[in-house]
């Protein structure tokens, strides 16, 4: 899990290192984030105060320390690094331009994690349903006991979480939550119900349809998604051409005849292509970006995120790692076009410098900045960018 610039996130987004408003009221302005925090690189000194700090592996946090003293990982990269308002700000507006003639009602969050975006996007609105697929069996399941019971009641009957691989999507296989069990699967049937005598597309592939399969996604009644995305940057996560272009044909299956989008978020720069470490302060904790020597051979980086907490005196190192393949925006252009998408849009910001994040406390500097759709862009220090695919 992580991100780019939005004012903080689990970077993988840098992101959280550059600061935007969190925009309570819709449409258009984007990231914020409502931690008070400030972020700058590390000194040397204070990096040796911080090893006198005990040192947790994020792998072994979760069972070492069930109890409240150490939080979640989860939960502190939710609050460093996500800001889902300003991601589905944007959706909603790209949708309207792109498509329009209906509002979007189904998302579906690939490399989801713990799928706060898709949580957030079932509480503001009843009418709509999410999907969420990721890898990690561990945060779906802490979305399941953490982020769905805030969506409301009926929250585990709109949402459908998967486990399994975006290359293979028929193959995940759904998330069960077992004390809601009985009560998703009266959901699901009335949904069902709802599906089938709409006239509303719904897609299921061709295959069994007994009821254990049901389990699987490609027997899985769903609607028609009218929004795909993966963020956090995490088509990076694919390192080879045709795997990109392969998933994005997956995320055109998905969407609806009708007309939808596909999303995604990218961040570079000059400051993307070299050893790199930021961190962004927090009330409670500092979160530390990790960003390893750039190999431009194959454009390949290791970025790690860190967790240390002031008050339990206590570091979580490498709460995240990701192997990223650093694309670039032509490049993502071509797969998403091959892939079949007709149309392709960039929406780019300049993010805050990263010589001058060293000297910057609080929020400042690139705050007010908005995405812009653009057709070129000179190189900077540090850019985020949505990229549209229109089916
Ligand atoms: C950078 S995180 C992004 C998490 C979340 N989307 C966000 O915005 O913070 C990347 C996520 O992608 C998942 N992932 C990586 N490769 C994947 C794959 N091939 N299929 C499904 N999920 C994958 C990881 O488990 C991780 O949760």
Known sequence: MGKRDKKQRHQPRRAAFHYTEEDEEGVGDGHYEGHSAS?????????????????????????EYPSNDLPSKFLLYQQSVQSPKGDISYLQKFFLMYVGGRLPLHLQEDFCGTALLSAEWLRTDTRRTAVGLDLDVEALNWCMENNINKVGADGYSRMSLFHGNVLQPLEAKLVEFEPQELIRKVSLTENKDNLESD???STLAEGSSSPNDE?????????????????????????QRSELVLYFKHAL???SKKGGIFVMDLYGGT???CKLRLQRRFSNFT????????????RKTRISLHFHLQKQQKKIRHAFSYSWRLWSLPEIKDCLEEAGFQSVHFWLRKMQDSRDIRKTEGFGVGRDIKYEEIKHFQQQDSWNAYIVGVA
Request: charged share 40%; proline share 1%.
């Open 199 to 201: 006239e509303g597309e």
């Open 215 to 239: 389990k699987y996604l490609r027997n899985h009644l769903l609607p028609a998604r009218d929004i795909v995305c993966a963020f956090n940057y995490s088509c990076c996560c694919l390192h």
């Open 253 to 255: 299956d998905a969407l």
């Open 271 to 273: 400051s993307s292509e």
């Open 287 to 298: 979160y530390v970006w990790e960003q390893a020597e750039f190999d431009i051979i194959e």
């Open 39 to 63: 972020k700058h690189t590390l000194s040397e000194e204070e990096e040796e105060e911080e090893e006198e700090e005990e040192e947790v592996d994020g792998k072994e946090e979760a069972d």
